[in-house]
Nanobody
Framework: QVQLVESGGGLVQAGGSLRLSCAAS????????MGWFRQAPGKEREFVAA????????HYAESVKGRFTISRDNAKNTGNLQMNSLKPEDTAVYYC?????????????????WGQGTQVTVSS
């Protein structure tokens, strides 16, 4: 079992930055892929970024590549999503998720555990 709690969301102007954090409990977190997803009103949940259990591999959605950076600290059971150069279209609820053991995936159904989400709002 893995429990996830996101924090760090808020309201920011376009061009600004936010850093989301994901605090995990459960001893298996350090052995699984961690992902970030987002869901805007009226839209499906979409992949943002993922990082392998070791931190050695990362994958980003094209829409955030070069602006967002995913990281993790297994010793602290935490993960982060640094978001720079934010745009109004980044506005959504952001979710942290824990997924497969040995592969990076972008499909939400491949992830077994989810946080409650944190709201990010980017004003123009």
């Amino acid at each position: 079992q893995v429990q996830l709690v996101e924090s760090g969301g808020g309201l920011v102007q376009a061009g600004g930055s936010l850093r989301l954090s994901c605090a995990a409990s459960g001893r298996t977190f350090s052995s699984v892929t961690m992902g970030w997803f987002r869901q805007a009103p009226g839209k499906e949940r979409e992949f943002v970024a993922a990082i392998s259990w070791s931190g050695g591999s990362e994958h980003y959605a094209e829409s955030v590549k070069g602006r967002f950076t995913i990281s993790r600290d297994n010793a602290k059971n935490t993960g982060n999503l640094q978001m720079n150069s934010l745009k109004p279209e980044d506005t959504a609820v952001y979710y942290c998720a824990a997924g497969p053991v040995n592969k990076i995936v972008v499909v939400p159904t491949e992830y077994n555990y989810w946080g409650q989400g944190t709201q990010v709002t980017v004003s123009s």
